[in-house]
């Protein structure tokens, strides 16, 4: 007996006919012999219906409260879609967090499971049971409703499916797999049938959403086979898988992009212990993710250093670091917020040579400045100009040669 | 200290401004020093919403997750409701049936409550924290979710009382107390300080809907002092009290009525053992509740029996009597289904004689024919045609004197 573990998302189950297509394919699933458990979410627009809600008798909901308004969102889609499934002649249950007992920390709004009590779950498989859990939510020691904050569903169903050992977890969304490079950027972009979880981190890393970077790192520490596939298509999706041996004859699995970055300069800065220290501390106590960090190594004691931050942070940043220039002695703030960063992830690119020449090459031939470089054992990011997003994606996808078949029509 | 258990139907919490309004009052009556637990609805129109989602998915929503689907209406209010408390500086938490433990039976849709864990709500009282229950849920012996029925919040409001042992138990409806007569029909109709358990009874079997029978049967059981208030407006309202004696001076609490009645008579039952139970027996295995029955004794081993059922279930009951009439070898079976019933309630009828009779000749000297008479203890019940309603209702209650002081304006 195969045991799956299934999570749609909020698109896949927005409103009655989209839960009806859910249950049907459930439904040939648990037919055709398969264990079924099934993780939902919110239907899309309840959360934030209801976030409005609380934002509306509280400034700044707290957050114990907030996780019992918004749980709500994923018990209604647990029911329904129950109720779909015994419309179809199936014995379906659904679970809420406190139920399955999926026991967290108590963190509200961002909880981390600690232990899944799947004991109810197999007894109900054993009866021949659709099992259906409601998402992003669990109950802390004390029995208080907790969330898991953003693409908490994804982590449910990475960790139930780890506690039941599943032969595989499955997460339905509106894409139908990873791609080689974003296809409204590259049109003849590639699914890939398969990709290791450590290109899968570096792409959901890079602005690539398909799965939240959690649920994938989850998935690997739990070996959990994790499937990205669509909900509204027929198709085999993407294997995120941990067999490395297999991706040898891949080099590079696919171009990633970031938009809204932006790159802040501060010149001349001391070249002394302490002083990087004493910037990013300040912007970290700012609440601002930093990303690149580049370094030029100076002459006369001085040296520049360039970092990119989310281009939402860009104005809180440039304020902090003309304070702390003038704290350090340093030189001038410079900063550019019309910047993206591309990368070109794979996991082949550790026993090749050569893929960042071949990369900047590309980028090159197309007159492309590249402002900033960074990289890591299996990918190469590069900062350039934003008008040249689209072309230097295209660049890259079409130097490594990741262009497919064009989809059947 | 004085602890008292809140409950706010629907419409006291249909939308942000209502439970703004709500979270004003709990919060005036905690800084006033009393220790409040309080017990909500879903928004009114809410779990309609659900129930309308359901039956999209389901024809028959099956019972377990109906109860999941719609107890998440009451969730949204309590969580709001505590963040509304917090934002005017109070302590509040929200608990759900499964927090506080509100066990019941497993009967969804109508569950009963079997026992409270009131240890968790005692904690926090003691630490100066307003509680804040979802009303109208619990949890079975499984930890699964089951809701009490119609007016179930008043039920659970009741339940917490009598487990904390409340002062006083304040439902907060949109009416603000209980009237001698239906204020729309008698304008003069006056509120009632207090009234008995038994009279309250009486008065809503009778179609007088302030609170469900079984939330005032329950805290009869227990004991619990029972208050019914409006969250419009200000006002004492009316205290639902088990002190028979302080009632002797008053004679009749009021005049109730039921609309939507009919009466159906077999004529020439034979007067044998049997024939009674033959005839309930089928008319109650279809559902159909009947009310008032009166037999006539009659000659010849004949008997004409007549009772009134909801004239919703005329047309069914009329089709089986007519079945049942025949194999019985009766006569006929005719029916009225444009009939009333109007009722003179008051625990002082017990000590007083003439009540009966004063009743009649209100509605003698008004022309008023009555059609079928029952009494009880503390009621007298006639069935009359419907188009004197208002005028029996007026003529009854200006004969016992129930006019008030108008109310000021």
């Known amino acids: 007996m195969t045991l799956i573990v299934q999570k749609y998302g909020g698109t896949s189950v927005a409103n009655i006919e989209r839960i009806n297509a859910v249950a049907d394919r459930v439904s040939r699933m648990r037919s055709a012999g398969n264990d079924m458990v099934v993780v939902v979410s919110a239907m899309s627009g309840e959360t934030d219906r209801l976030l409005r809600l609380a934002t509306e008798v509280h400034p700044n909901p707290p957050p114990r409260e907030l996780d019992v308004l918004i749980a709500t969102g994923e018990q209604e889609t647990a029911a329904l879609l129950s109720m779909a499934l015994q419309q179809r002649g199936h014995d379906a249950r659904s679970y809420m967090g406190h139920q399955?007992?999926?026991?967290?920390?108590?963190?509200?709004?961002?909880?981390?499971?600690?232990?899944?009590?799947?004991?109810?779950v197999r007894k109900d498989l054993g009866r021949g049971r659709v099992v259906v859990v409601a998402g992003f939510q669990g109950v802390d020691e004390e029995g208080n409703i907790t969330t898991l904050g953003r693409g908490g569903s994804d982590t449910t169903a990475v960790a139930m499916a780890a506690a039941l050992k599943a032969d595989e977890c499955q997460i339905y969304t509106d894409v139908d797999g990873v791609y080689t490079a974003d296809p409204r950027i590259v049109p003849d972009a590639r699914r890939l049938d398969r990709i290791t979880v450590e290109e899968m981190l570096e792409l959901a890393s890079l602005g690539a959403k398909v799965l939240q970077t959690r649920s994938v790192q989850f998935a690997g520490?739990?070996?959990?086979?994790?499937?990205v596939l669509s909900s509204f298509d027929e198709g085999p999706g993407t294997l995120i898988t941990f067999e490395e041996h297999a991706m040898e004859d891949i080099l590079i699995s696919g171009i990633a992009y970031a938009r809204d970055e932006a790159k802040l300069t501060v010149t001349d800065v001391p070249d002394r212990p302490g002083v990087a220290w004493t910037l990013f501390a300040e912007i970290g106590a700012a609440n601002i993710d930093v990303d690149m960090i580049v370094q030029n190594?100076?002459?006369?004691?001085?040296?520049?250093?360039?970092?990119?931050?989310?281009?939402?942070?860009?104005?809180?940043?440039?304020?902090?670091?003309?304070?702390?220039?003038?704290?350090?002695?340093?030189?001038?703030?410079?900063?550019d917020d019309k910047i993206v960063k591309i990368s070109v992830v794979g996991v082949g690119m550790r026993s090749h040579a050569g893929i960042a020449a071949t990369a900047f090459r590309a980028l090159s031939d197309e007159g492309i400045n590249i402002q900033m470089i960074s990289t890591s054992e299996i990918k190469i990011s590069v900062v350039v100009e934003e008008k040249y997003l689209e072309l230097g994606v295209r660049a890259l996808h079409s130097a490594f040669g990741l262009a497919g078949p064009p989809a059947a029509g």
Do not use: C, E, W
């Open 100 to 120: 399955v007992h999926i026991l967290t920390d108590n963190v509200h709004g961002k909880a981390r499971i600690r232990m899944i009590d799947d004991a109810r």
């Open 221 to 227: 520490r739990y070996k959990v086979p994790l499937r």
């Open 297 to 335: 190594v100076g002459a006369d004691g001085l040296t520049d250093m360039t970092f990119t931050v989310h281009r939402a942070d860009y104005d809180k940043a440039l304020k902090i670091l003309k304070k702390v220039a003038q704290a350090l002695s340093a030189g001038d703030v410079i900063g």
